[in-house]
T-cell receptor
Framework: GAVVSQHPSRVICKSGTSVKIECRSLDFQATTMFWYRQFPKQSLMLMATSNEGSKATYEQGVEKDKFLINHASLTLSTLTVTSAHPEDSSFYIC????????????????FGPGTRLTVT | AQTVTQSQPEMSVQEAETVTLSCTYDTSESDYYLFWYKQPPSRQMILVIRQEAYKQQNATENRFSVNFQKAAKSFSLKISDSQLGDAAMYFCAYRSLGNQGGKLIFGQGTELSVKP
């Protein structure tokens, strides 16, 4: 159980275009999803936290108009990189958490396999 | 704000030997969770072990164990009988309890190589 998928796994786009990355929790409902960015040989940098049905909370320094996050359902969150530029090339990872079981809410996070974005 | 520090960018271990990865953290909270995650070349994050701060007993998962020193804010990972498949980036992470929604704070990572 607790599987999280990401689509696409790899994407190449031209500078100036927009790219959408999907994150799905396949076998549980996630009230909270997180989006991370990771450069080679570096740690995960949290970009934003999204709760189902409400606006995402962005970390300091992350441009919310550039990285649009939508969490429209309990199983799907999307990250759209708008007007992408080569410096946006990176590995993007989502995780899903906040699984509810009755009155209990778990904050355990389950990670997707990541999406490699290359902007040419 | 909480911080997590891994002071060893790279570590190496001989197959079948034991290696310890270091992690320190800073927090003013008394209750929290600590984690070690493994990220192999596939880059899929894999949970290795979890420690609840209120538990004095160190967590163990097969060949993986932790040395949790709450007063010293130290949380090291010991890998026994190292295997080639243990080669990966290892990240230490901190998570608050309460209303932060489960946000994880990661250390810089330690790249572990295993020599045959």
């Amino acid at each position: 159980g607790a599987v999280v998928s990401q689509h696409p796994s790899r994407v190449i786009c031209k500078s100036g275009t927009s790219v959408k990355i999907e994150c799905r929790s396949l076998d549980f409902q996630a009230t909270t999803m997180f989006w991370y960015r990771q450069f080679p040989k570096q740690s995960l940098m949290l970009m934003a936290t999204s709760n189902e049905g409400s606006k995402a909370t962005y970390e300091q320094g992350v441009e919310k108009d550039k990285f649009l996050i939508n969490h429209a359902s309990l199983t799907l969150s999307t990250l759209t990189v708008t007007s992408a530029h080569p410096e946006d090339s990176s590995f993007y990872i989502c995780s899903a958490g906040g699984q509810r079981t009755g009155f209990y809410q778990s904050y355990e996070q389950y990670f997707g396999p990541g999406t490699r974005l290359t902007v040419t | 704000a909480q911080t997590v520090t891994q002071s060893q960018p790279e570590m190496s271990v001989q197959e079948a030997e034991t290696v310890t990865l270091s992690c320190t953290y800073d927090t003013s909270e008394s209750d929290y969770y600590l984690f070690w995650y493994k990220q192999p070349p596939s880059r899929q994050m894999i949970l290795v072990i979890r420690q609840e701060a209120y538990k004095q007993q160190n967590a163990t998962e097969n060949r993986f164990s932790v040395n949790f020193q709450k007063a010293a804010k130290s949380f090291s990972l010991k890998i026994s009988d190292s295997q080639l498949g243990d080669a990966a980036m290892y990240f230490c992470a901190y998570r608050s309890l309460g209303n932060q929604g489960g946000k994880l704070i990661f250390g810089q990572g330690t790249e572990l190589s295993v020599k045959p």
